[in-house]
């Protein structure tokens, strides 16, 4: 059983930052492609950075500059630094990632979620 377990959301002021962290369990050949998408009240789920299948990344427009996805893949984890927090950044947020057995057959895997809360 492959499990994405998310870490280090709260509650921050307007200006503050916050790290989240989702690291991977279970037995499973290699992972690929893990990001953070977050889902705030009354709105889609969206992309928020995700690293790409050839190695660069993706952002938002609404946090570039302001946010850093990065990974420690001895670890199966991927890091969310979020710097310059605004009351809009508000949200649950969500580690995704494409896991791979070694049947060779792939899925997308979701965690359960860490909510982010910015004060003005």
């Known amino acids: 059983q492959v499990q994405l377990v998310e870490s280090g959301g709260g509650l921050v002021q307007a200006g503050g930052s916050l790290r989240l962290s989702c690291a991977a369990s279970?037995?499973?050949?290699?992972?690929?492609?893990m990001g953070w998408y977050r889902q705030a009240p009354g709105k889609q789920r969206e992309l928020v950075a995700a690293?790409?299948?050839?190695?660069?990344?993706n952002y938002a427009d609404s946090v570039k500059g302001r946010f850093t996805i990065s990974r420690d893949n001895a670890k199966n984890t991927v890091y969310l630094q979020m710097n310059s927090l605004k009351p809009e950044d508000t949200a649950v947020y969500y580690c995704?990632?494409?896991?791979?057995?070694?049947?060779?057959?792939?899925?997308?895997?979701w965690g359960q979620g860490t909510q982010v809360a910015v004060s003005s």
């Open positions: 995704n990632a494409d896991v791979w057995m070694s049947s060779g057959r792939a899925r997308g895997y």
């Open positions: 279970g037995s499973f050949f290699s992972i690929n492609n």
């Open positions: 690293f790409t299948s050839g190695g660069g990344t």
